[in-house]
């Protein structure tokens, strides 16, 4: 079935370093892509998402690009700050899914950025 | 716009004791998710429906999980009896249609379940 792959963390940085999520997928139609985000104390939110192949989806200085050719949809940013600190989730919907189109996550991925 | 509205935020229970949350979407969203967060991995859809009806419940524990979409709008998960197990997050959301990617969620409930 479909799934998604993201890299374990937690991942540790000081502010302004660059960040780079990894996240593979496993689908057997065409799916979506999306990043979700979980602050502290608070419920998921959509970050960015990717519909198609070679599309990059980009918010609040993230990017990430859906690569058909690797199926991955990593994601970056060029300057963390202290406030980017949460969990980030990978995630697909895959619309050739006849028994719905609901999300499947990754694990997630913490992130902590340090002044 | 009010968000989805997801109560309690707490709640611990005995195992072999029953549980219910409850959840409302945000308004004129027709179709509504149960998702289960296990401490330290990604939501896992139980349960899917679009209006009343039940598009998706391939994961739902049916022995001891059961959900119900009240008109079209409300939504009750009930767990009887718990298990260890069970301890999770129980997150709601819902999207205007059947694209997941639209999807708007709750702060969840959270299950501990001694």
């Known amino acids: 079935g479909d799934s998604v792959t993201q890299m374990e963390g937690p991942v540790t940085l000081s502010e302004e370093a660059f960040l780079t999520i990894n996240c593979t997928y496993t689908?057997?139609?065409?799916?979506?892509l999306f990043w979700y985000v979980q602050y502290p104390g608070e419920g998921l939110q959509l970050l960015l998402k990717?519909?198609?192949?070679?599309d990059k989806g980009s918010n609040k200085g993230f990017e990430a690009t859906y690569r058909k050719e690797t199926t991955s949809f990593h994601l970056e940013k060029g300057s963390v700050q202290v406030s980017d600190s949460a969990v980030y989730f990978c995630?697909?919907?895959?619309?050739?899914?006849?028994?719905?189109?609901?999300?499947?996550f990754g694990k997630g991925t913490t992130l902590s950025v340090s002044s | 716009e009010a968000g989805v509205a997801q109560s309690p935020r707490y709640k611990i229970i005995e195992k072999r004791q029953s549980v219910a949350f409850w959840c409302n979407p945000i308004?004129?969203?027709?179709?509504l998710y149960w998702y289960q967060q296990i401490l330290g991995q990604g939501p896992k859809l139980l349960i899917q429906?679009?209006?009343?009806?039940?598009?998706?419940d391939s994961q739902l524990p049916k022995d001891r999980f059961s959900a119900e979409r009240l008109k079209g709008v409300d939504s009750t998960l009930k767990i009887q009896p718990a298990k260890l197990e069970d301890s999770a997050v129980y997150l709601c959301?819902?999207?205007?249609?059947?694209?997941?990617?639209?999807?708007?969620f709750g702060q969840g409930t959270r299950l501990t379940v001694v």
């Open positions: 959301a819902s999207s205007l249609a059947l694209q997941g990617e639209r999807a708007f």
């Open positions: 308004s004129g969203h027709a179709t």
């Open positions: 429906f679009q209006n009343n009806g039940v598009v998706d």
């Open positions: 990717a519909t198609k192949a070679d």
């Open positions: 995630a697909l919907s895959d619309p050739w899914n006849q028994a719905g189109t609901a999300l499947i």
């Open positions: 689908a057997t139609g065409y799916p979506s």
